[in-house]
């Protein structure tokens, strides 16, 4: 039975919340509390295994909430708020300080519309509490981890080198991705595609706080974006990111909402797909934290047309559970930790530009 404690400071939203879960086979709502103070002492007492928090609370805020929580009593904390709408930077520091999902509360912050959503409620409960919360606090891992399936010849020497970065992430991945991002150097010589799995109207903003902390350039994609070298460019909530080659051999990031793919949109798998048609053995693929196999058919596709794929291990992911699915494939050439994945992308991506070939056709990459 996994415990709930569900904190905010509208009677009518508690009583709303503590009923949608309540009703779910394998979910009990241990206690509710007002505000943050109280919570925090029931926290002590209860052990509870997820919290549902709203953001806006009278006295201590839940952004306080959740970094003493994190500090203090590590828990999975689902945010359940009006700010998630609106996807302002509130939500993405919550994810930063650990939160695991932020979703946006139907009708303002005091509405009792929440059995609105209650199917995301829950099932976003029963994946928070698959998480380690002693990740969600940091720590990179140590560096030398290589997995036992590396496969030969993966050194970054020799005369050829990746064109493209293709990152796939979801539960645990916006403080993991931004470890990784943050060490990216700013000529980092190729563009860097990255799917995080975030509700609509909050990668804008999770992609300006990447920005002003790395020194690679990162924005939310925008249809007809060039690819270029230093340059992320992050799939937007709610629309599919793939690449197109022009005429003139340049690439370009196309947009589109067509159907979820694995329950998602943006999807891993529709991404590394599409970058392995457009860049075949050039491409680089890696898979991070987060639940589900979105991402293991396209990583698949992307190894089969000779690209390269990394994944994160065990040990420094919130959730094993994307990355495990191109694991126990066979798919994964080399399992790193999180520490290790940012000076792996810089040698295997460095060296001389090398001869693009894709249907017949030559061109310096």
Do not use: W, Y
Not at 121 to 136: D, K, N, S, Y
Not at 142 to 151: D, I, R, S
Not at 185 to 192: E, G, L, N, Q
Not at 245 to 261: H, I
């Amino acid at each position: 039975m996994i415990r709930v404690l569900v904190v905010d400071d509208s009677p009518l939203a508690r009583k709303v919340i503590a009923g949608t879960l309540q009703g779910e086979t394998g979910i009990s709502v241990a206690d509710t509390a007002p505000n943050a103070e109280i919570a925090l002492r029931k926290i002590e007492s209860l052990r509870p295994d997820v919290i549902v928090m709203d953001l806006e609370m009278p006295g201590m805020g839940g952004l306080e909430a959740i970094r003493h929580i994190m500090r203090e009593n590590p828990t999975p904390i689902i945010v359940l708020s009006a700010f998630a709408q609106v996807g302002g930077e509130a939500t993405v520091r919550a994810l930063e300080l650990g939160a695991v999902s932020c979703l946006a509360k139907p009708g303002g912050a005091h509405s009792g519309r929440t059995g609105e959503i209650a199917e995301e409620l829950r099932a976003a409960v029963f994946e928070a509490h698959q998480i380690r919360p002693e990740v969600l606090k940091g720590g990179r891992g140590t560096p030398q981890t290589v997995g036992a399936g590396a496969t030969a010849g993966l050194s970054g020497a020799g005369p050829r080198r990746c064109q493209v970065v293709a990152i796939g992430a979801s539960a645990g991945g916006p403080v993991a991705l931004a470890q990784v991002l943050e060490d990216l150097p700013a000529d980092f010589p190729v563009p860097v595609l990255v799917v995080q799995h975030m509700p609509v109207g909050v990668t804008a903003a999770f992609a300006r706080r990447l920005d002003s902390q790395c020194r690679v350039r990162v924005r939310e994609a925008e249809e007809g974006d060039e690819l270029a070298a230093g340059r992320v460019l992050l799939a937007p909530g709610g629309l599919h990111l793939t690449v197109a080659r022009r005429p003139d051999r340049r690439v370009t990031a196309r947009l589109d909402s067509s159907e979820a793919v694995n329950g998602h949109r943006p999807s891993v798998d529709v991404l590394a797909a599409s970058v392995a048609g457009c860049f075949g053995s050039q491409a680089l693929g890696v898979i991070m934290t987060g639940m589900g196999r979105d991402g293991a058919q396209g990583f698949a596709l992307l190894r089969r047309q000779g690209g390269r794929v990394l994944a994160q291990d065990e040990a420094t992911s919130a959730i094993f559970g994307m990355n495990k699915a191109v694991i126990d494939n066979g798919d994964a050439d080399e399992v790193l930790p999180l520490g290790s994945i940012a000076a792996r992308l810089k040698a295997l991506c460095s060296g001389p530009p090398c001869v693009f070939t894709r249907m017949g056709h030559d061109s310096i990459a």
